[in-house]
């Protein structure tokens, strides 16, 4: 089946890491990607990885990949305010052309 | 940086109403795409389209929903009698290309265009 699973809710103090886990179900998925959803605002794609890749690094973010525990994590170093928002992981299929799955979103605070 | 642009960014009808969202994806784009979100649900795939034609749609784009690119640059989802349960945002996005193998298909979404229905 097709399911993408994160926590809902992180909280972390300025300054500090943020690490946003999600796990999917499908091992075909070729591409795996955050998307950062601002209150009131669209989808902002923020990276992506290749299933074929373990890790990603672009400036303050990290992403991991365990492809075994289809396991993926997004780490923020050094979260500001301008963070504070809904996180998605969302997988793309080999199977499918189109579509995006999408993950429930991990609203994340930041606390001074 | 180009940008997929949505219209409006709010739409309230009455029930049973014809509404259309509007959409004008990134320029060099072959694939379009229509997602939906309900209040505190997960973004769910509606629609994809290339070359004038659908090419996957999911069991919520029923009959009530259409899309179509009536010109180069525009892209649109029409709901024609809406129902309650249709209140959702309705995100469009874009791509270079539809398939796995290259980077290019990364899909771009615009703001999104909140759609209530009374």
């Known amino acids: 089946g097709e399911d993408v699973e994160q926590s809902l809710f992180l909280s972390v103090r300025e300054g500090d890491s943020s690490v946003i886990n999600c796990t999917y179900t499908d091992s075909s998925s070729t591409y795996l990607y955050w998307y950062k959803q601002e209150p009131g605002a669209g989808l902002q794609l923020l990276t992506y990885i290749f299933s074929n890749m373990d890790m990603k690094q672009d400036q303050r973010l990290t992403v991991l990949l365990n492809k075994k525990d289809k396991h993926l994590s997004l780490r923020i170093a050094d979260t500001q305010t301008g963070d504070s928002a809904i996180y998605f992981c969302?997988?793309?299929?080999?199977?499918?052309?189109?579509?995006?799955?999408f993950g429930s979103g991990t609203r994340l605070s930041i606390r001074p | 940086e180009p940008e997929v642009t949505q219209t409006p960014s709010h739409q309230v009808t009455q029930m049973g109403q014809e509404v259309i969202l509007r959409c004008v994806p990134i320029?060099?784009?072959?694939?379009f795409y229509w997602y939906r979100q309900i209040l505190g649900q997960k973004v769910e795939f509606l629609v994809s389209f290339y070359n004038n034609e659908i090419s996957e749609k999911s069991e919520i784009f029923d009959d009530q929903f259409s899309v179509e690119r009536p010109d180069g640059s525009n892209f649109t989802l029409k709901i024609r009698s809406t129902k309650l349960e249709d209140s959702a945002m309705y995100f469009c996005?874009?791509?270079?290309?539809?398939?796995?193998?290259?980077?290019?298909?990364?899909?771009?979404f615009g703001p999104g265009t909140r759609l209530l229905v009374l």
């Open positions: 996005a874009s791509s270079t290309i539809g398939f796995a193998g290259a980077y290019q298909e990364t899909q771009y």
């Open positions: 969302a997988e793309k299929y080999d199977s499918s052309a189109s579509k995006i799955i």
């Open positions: 320029s060099n784009h072959l694939y």
